[in-house]
């Protein structure tokens, strides 16, 4: 993912992809003011990209190899990898990780969801250009001028 900030106007629905929190916060203020409806506040978080789910795959591995084993070999099979410690599921979880890494990489499956966190809520400045409250004039009389 290129970026790490994205901006929201409304709070749910994340766009863009910026270096900082500042660029991220510019775009946004700049987007609120375009918007038809400018909203009082903006929304900057940090984006976490999507985790491939990678590790935590050793166990479920070997159960698979231990299950195959003793369908094909019957009860001499059975036994098969029951003795593995847990710096050795350890290992091969992170051979596992490694693997499954790589091939997501080579194959350009990495994921290309992410989710927003650390979120900031910031007010959108009224432009130089817009009128204060205090300095719009208020209508005295209403009516025709008919002589």
Known sequence: MAG?????LNGEHYRGSFESRDEALREAISAARR???T???VYVGR????DVKASG???AVLANM?????DEYGDAGASYLAGITKPQIEKLDEALQMVIQGWLQQNELAPTFSKIEA???????????ERAIGEYSEV???GSAEE
């Open 35 to 37: 918007s038809v409806d």
């Open 119 to 129: 979120i900031g809520e910031y007010p959108v400045p009224a432009t130089s250009g």
């Open 4 to 8: 790490k900030y994205a901006f929201s």
């Open 39 to 41: 909203p009082l506040s």
């Open 66 to 70: 231990t299950a195959r084993a003793r």
């Open 140 to 142: 005295q009389e209403i």
């Open 47 to 50: 984006r976490v990209p999507g």
């Open 57 to 59: 795959h050793a166990r």
